[in-house]
């Protein structure tokens, strides 16, 4: 595709479950961040990826939290035993190395209930 | 945690006035990107500033940088209402993280 593709688009669950969201990047797109906005507030830094590897996981906020990405391509965020906390827009971009932009996916809006 | 921060946080004006936004940030950067949000989805990059450059143009944008005072302002001149959104900074440092401040909503009245 011509950009970042992230899905599902709206994710809701109930509190406790698991959930996996995907991201697809730009073809050729080296570089790959996951990023979370909880309403009304700016971006908080997840993790990024360097092909394969997260050489930066810092931001994630807790064990419940996962990442991987294969092939250097998708990528996938995984939340364990969701808490009403982690309701938010999930954001994804990609970039073809370093100083260059950002392309963004619309997000995934998860709602735990 | 974030290393960049925008000011101010809102910023409401008139349509055809200039809007000035300031970005400041705590450590050595690569270079500087200005981002636009709206509805609160998928942010689309708007200029980027190498750390050697001091001003940079692009249409109705207008970026500046010091990197003495780690501090950016973006100015978008003749706004227009379309140009209503938040506004992000970043910086791209030597290592990996990008980091966002909370942004500037910018509301353009009619």
């Known amino acids: 595709g011509a950009g970042v593709s992230q899905s599902p688009s709206n994710k809701v669950t109930e509190k406790g479950k698991d959930v996996e969201l995907r991201c697809d990047p730009i073809s050729g797109h080296t570089a790959l961040y996951w990023y979370r906005q909880s309403l009304g507030q700016g971006l908080e830094f997840l993790i990024y990826f360097q092909g394969n590897s997260a050489p930066d996981k810092s931001g994630l906020p807790s064990d419940r939290f996962s990442a991987e990405r294969t092939g250097g391509s998708v990528s996938t965020l995984t939340i364990q035993r969701t808490q009403q906390e982690d309701s938010a827009v999930y954001l994804c971009?990609?970039?073809?190395?370093?100083?260059?932009?950002?392309?963004f996916g619309n997000g995934t809006r998860l709602t735990v209930t | 945690s974030q290393q960049g921060e925008e000011d101010p946080q809102a910023l409401s004006i008139q349509e055809g006035e200039n809007a000035t936004m300031n970005c400041s940030y705590k450590?050595?950067?690569?270079?500087l990107q200005w981002y636009r949000q709206n509805s609160g989805r998928g942010l689309v990059h708007l200029i980027l500033?190498?750390?050697?450059?001091r001003e940079k143009h692009s249409g109705r944008l207008r970026v500046t940088l010091d990197t003495s005072k780690k501090s950016s302002s973006l100015l978008i001149t003749a706004s227009r209402a379309a140009d209503t959104a938040s506004y992000f900074c970043l910086g791209e440092t030597s290592g990996s993280r990008l980091t966002f401040g909370e942004g500037t909503q910018l509301t353009v009245n009619p």
């Open positions: 971009a990609s970039s073809s190395h370093g100083n260059s932009p950002l392309h």
């Open positions: 500033i190498r750390s050697n450059e």
């Open positions: 450590t050595s950067i690569n270079n």
